[in-house]
């Protein structure tokens, strides 16, 4: 991993589009009202800016880190999503069945 604060001060520095109105709508959303529907995308492209200036050497532990990185998150997203979903599923259940007799 880059340790130079600068090179990776000028990759985020680039992508300003991205992280200017993301932290502008939080500051928005912070003076008036904050849940969580309306604020989540925000801080995931914040968090996406910044870890795209993490500068990685190749080297077969980076790429591990990586691939760490990538299962961690693609677990997060699916057991955050897997709920909601079984609950919409079983609600359609019931309903098909209610209305079937």
């Not at 009202?33 to 995931?44: F, G, K």
Request: without cysteine.
């Amino acid at each position: 991993m880059s340790t130079d604060r600068r090179l990776i001060g000028r990759i985020i520095a680039k992508q300003w589009f991205l992280l200017l109105p993301a932290i502008s709508a939080l500051a928005m959303f912070s003076l008036v009202l904050v849940q969580e529907r309306y604020v989540a995308p925000y801080p995931i492209v914040i968090g996406l800016v910044v870890f795209s200036g993490v500068a990685v050497a190749r080297s077969k532990d980076s790429l591990k880190l990586l691939y760490v990185t990538v299962l961690l998150a693609a677990a997060l997203f699916a057991v955050s999503s897997a709920k909601p979903a079984a609950g919409e599923l079983l609600s359609f259940a019931k309903s098909l069945h209610k209305n079937k007799y």
